[in-house]
């Protein structure tokens, strides 16, 4: 797809359109010259260059990348006009494309029935959803596991419940014994099960955890922010990059659920989404603003949101990315396959290494690993680990990027691995394979890591 086509195309389909309500003269306060312009752009070229490749499959870090083309063009197009989803009459065109991604995404859950929209983070709408909890079942608190987002207990705090950290097990998942002797003692009215966490792309039991809400009578929402779009791989086989379905088909029973297009569907930031199974709750969102405008019967956006002003801009760039790209297995399922093939056969790869050892199992396409050192201290692996990230990130010849993930010496332990614990923490390395680039890249990758590894184990480190 070649982008510089697409967003001059962009750029035409909207001057046809302006051009239909006749020529008007720019205001003089808003014109800049050429000249003036060019140095401007030229200093803010040169600023963008501070950055990190996400793009290239060498940047193996953090959860990072750019969105499709599609996504570019189709915002590049709508933000032009710059609706602005809150209400209907903000942007009719994208409020509509607004119900038909969220129509789909529900689709994608098996959700029936549905209310939702879409938000400008995952952290807006997992906000948005502890307030319907909270609202559901007032005076309760919230339980969320240890390895959850750090924004529930910052939202708890902010909406005035409870939170409750509930332990992982070994994998990173929410301790479910933990969590029922928690709902025993009748404090709880909402468990967040996250579907992906952001460390470990670790998923928690959703489907065991249903048994527990008939038990109990509390309400589940899934913070799928990162991994909600794994759903499509559910019913895609093991070798091929399949996922454990249970926890993804239990999703259609939960009460919400959050998902990030600016993550893994191929968006720009600014673009989130929260859908809730019983379209009732939107009671508690009622409100009367003389700002808003009401000329049509149909729900405005705005009123079952806590967000007022959206980007209409975000709901054209993900409608026209699901036109090419729907989020269906073969559709955005085929984009996200490789990179969980890759993780799969990396953790293959690091098991057989003499350097490095992977730390968990990956759940989905995030890959976490540490030295292989002779006598493993948690201080050195924490030390070991971090150099050859600075090293590879700092080499001008052949650069990789990677991240670190903090862990404790008894998380080591847990997943079998033998330490001297001699530090409250450590650090292991950490690689998201979200690009489906990242398949064909991974020997390099992975054979750039091991000589880094090789480096720094001997490097005076002692092991
Ligand atoms: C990224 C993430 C969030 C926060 O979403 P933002 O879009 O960054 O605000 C919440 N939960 C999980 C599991 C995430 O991965």
Redesign the pocket.
């Given at each position: 797809m070649d982008l510089r086509r697409w967003t001059s195309t962009a750029i035409d389909a909207y001057q046809e359109w302006a051009d239909g309500f006749g020529p008007f003269e720019p205001h003089p306060s808003l014109v800049v010259s050429e000249k003036r312009f060019t140095e401007a752009f030229g200093a803010f070229a040169d600023r963008l260059h501070d950055n990190y490749p996400f793009f290239h499959p060498r940047y193996a870090g953090q959860m990072l990348k750019p969105p499709h083309p599609a996504a570019i063009a189709g915002y590049l197009a709508a933000l032009q006009i710059n609706p602005n989803n809150h209400a209907l009459d903000g942007g009719p065109a994208t409020a509509r494309m607004e119900k038909e991604v969220v129509a789909q995404l529900a689709t994608m859950f098996g959700f029936g029935e549905h209310l939702g929209h879409l938000t400008t983070?995952?952290?807006?709408a997992?906000l948005e959803a502890l307030f319907v909890a909270r609202e559901s079942h007032p005076g309760l608190g919230v339980a969320y596991s240890a390895d959850?987002?750090y924004?529930h207990a910052r939202m708890c705090h902010l909406l005035g419940v409870e939170g409750h950290s509930v332990p992982t097990t070994g994998d990173g998942r929410m301790d479910l014994g933990a969590l029922e002797e928690l709902l025993a003692r009748g404090r709880i009215g909402t468990v967040v099960l996250?579907a992906?966490?952001?460390g470990l792309g670790a998923v928690d039991p959703v489907h065991e955890a249903l048994a527990l809400r008939e038990r109990y009578g509390v309400r589940l929402h899934v913070?799928a922010?990162?991994g909600g779009f794994f759903t499509l791989l559910a019913d895609v086989p093991p070798e091929d990059g399949g996922v454990d379905p249970e926890p993804w088909r239990a999703i259609a029973h939960c009460d919400s659920v959050v998902v990030?297009p600016?993550?893994h569907g191929l968006q720009p930031y600014g673009c989130?989404a929260v859908l809730y199974r019983d379209p009732a709750v939107g009671r508690h969102f009622a409100h009367d603003s003389p700002y808003t405008y009401f000329t049509s019967d149909e729900l405005h956006l705005g009123e079952i949101s806590l967000e007022c002003s959206r980007a209409g801009a975000a709901a054209a760039a993900l409608w026209l990315t699901f036109r090419l790209l729907p989020p269906t297995p073969d559709g955005l399922g085929a984009v996200l396959r490789p990179g969980r093939r890759a993780a799969l056969r990396w953790a293959s790869l690091l098991t057989r290494s003499e350097v490095l050892v992977p730390y968990q199992p990956p759940q989905l396409d995030i890959v976490t690993y540490l030295p292989r050192l002779a006598e493993p201290a948690l201080s050195a692996i924490g030390r070991v680990s971090s150099d050859i990230m600075a090293r590879g990130m700092s080499d001008k010849e052949d650069p990789v990027f990677l991240a670190t993930y903090a862990v404790t010496g008894t998380a080591l332990r847990e997943r079998g691995h033998t330490v001297t614990i001699d530090a409250a923490r450590g650090s292991i390395l950490r690689s998201v394979l979200m690009k489906p680039e990242s398949e064909a890249y991974l020997d390099r990758l992975h054979a750039r890591i091991e000589d880094l590894a090789a480096v720094s184990i001997d490097g005076g480190y002692p092991s």
């Open positions: 983070s995952g952290t807006i997992n959850s987002h924004t996250t992906g966490t952001t913070d922010a990162y990030d600016h993550k989130g």
